[in-house]
């Protein structure tokens, strides 16, 4: 019934009481920010600069990131852009970063865990960011990858405010971050929860392996708790939360985030249109009460069809 009703997306994501939404990409290389401008999203929700510099056997050069991150910004003028700094390690492993013989890449030295070892990526890294921010109109907004302690969150907002840059978060997509969001959150300027790390170690069930599907799935009544406890931790603090993994771009469990009091969601820009037009047939007292129906629920399928159930336009 959504495919039949396809419309295009007028760039505000809200409920249909007229709560703001907003409805933001993720995407990697610059030259997929103007197709997600074009796309209508809001802004950008996650930057993975990681992608730029994939094949790389040395670091790239302040200037040549100023260069690459001006172009994203570029594309938003005057908008909000989350530059996520480097996620190397695991599935995305950076020959100048990350050490591949590690037994257990997924629990190693990766995302921001790499500045111990290297902290002059980072701090070039972050000296690239302010310059591009500084060039560009664009809202610059910072955050860290892998974060999974008070102290780690408390040293990147440090080193983010010595090179300037005010608007400085975290990821939470590590369980421990999740439940200590209240101090993470009281010295962060926001958190996006990346809902494809945060089950893959809540449930602790590799990402890329298909057998383990049933598993991974942000439906997981666990990870919704954990999404819920993050919401909490914001709005002890009076910070926004918001989520750019995998589940943003799923209807229903967009529905369900908002709900949980995610203030922003970030999804590829295909995604954006068909999360649009679901979110315009709930209230947002409909979203919390959907929520409380998946948090109800005791296995994820008895979630996504319970919550599927009570929303029409997608029968
Ligand atoms: C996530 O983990 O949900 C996320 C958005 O980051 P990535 O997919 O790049 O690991
Ligand atoms: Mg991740």
Same mark, same amino acid.
């Given at each position: 019934a959504l495919a039949a009703?396809?419309?295009?997306?007028?760039?505000?994501?809200?409920?249909?009481d007229g709560h703001a939404v907003p409805l933001l990409a993720n995407i990697g290389k610059p030259d997929g920010a103007q197709a997600a401008a074009d796309a209508g999203a809001e802004g950008v929700g996650l930057f993975r600069t990681e992608f730029c510099f994939l094949d790389r056997t040395q670091a790239p050069s302040i200037e040549e990131q100023v260069s690459q991150y001006r172009q994203v910004l570029a594309a938003f003028p005057g908008k909000k852009v989350v530059v996520r700094t480097l996620d190397a390690g695991a599935d995305k492993p950076l020959p100048f970063l990350t050490n591949t013989e590690e037994p257990n890449p997924a629990l190693g030295v990766r995302g921001l865990r790499t500045s111990w070892r290297n902290p002059q990526v980072l701090e070039d890294q972050l000296d690239a960011i302010a310059q591009a921010a500084a060039a560009e109109s664009a809202d610059t907004w910072v955050m860290a990858p892998m974060v999974a302690t008070v102290e780690e969150t408390a040293d990147f907002v440090d080193r983010c405010t010595a090179h300037g840059l005010r608007t400085a978060g975290v990821m939470v997509e590590?369980?421990?971050?999740?439940?200590?969001?209240?101090?993470?959150?009281?010295?962060?300027?926001?958190?996006?929860?990346?809902?494809?790390?945060?089950?893959?170690?809540a449930m602790a069930s590799d990402r890329m392996l298909g057998d383990l599907a049933?598993?991974?799935?942000?439906?997981?009544p666990a990870v919704l708790h954990l999404v819920a406890a993050t919401c909490r931790?914001?709005?002890?603090?009076?910070?926004?939360?918001?989520?750019?993994?995998?589940?943003?771009?799923?209807?229903? #469990?967009?529905?369900?985030?908002?709900? #949980?009091?995610?203030?922003?969601?970030?999804?590829?820009?295909?995604? #954006?249109?068909?999360?649009?037009?679901? #979110?315009?047939?709930?209230?947002?007292?409909?979203?919390?009460?959907?929520?409380?129906?998946?948090l109800a629920a005791e296995t994820a399928d008895g979630a996504r069809a319970a919550v599927r159930a009570e929303l029409p336009v997608l029968e």
């Open positions: 009703q396809v419309r295009t997306f007028d760039g505000h994501g809200r409920t249909s590590v369980p421990s971050a999740a439940l200590v969001s209240g101090p993470i959150l009281a010295r962060a300027a926001f958190a996006s929860i990346g809902t494809n790390d945060l089950t893959q170690y049933a598993l991974s799935t942000s439906w997981q931790g914001g709005e002890q603090n009076g910070k926004p939360v918001g989520v750019c993994g995998e589940a943003a771009a799923d209807p229903a #469990l967009a529905v369900v985030l908002v709900g #949980l009091g995610v203030a922003t969601l970030s999804m590829s820009p295909r995604a #954006l249109a068909d999360v649009a037009a679901v #979110l315009q047939t709930v209230t947002r007292e409909e979203c919390t009460r959907l929520a409380g129906v998946a």
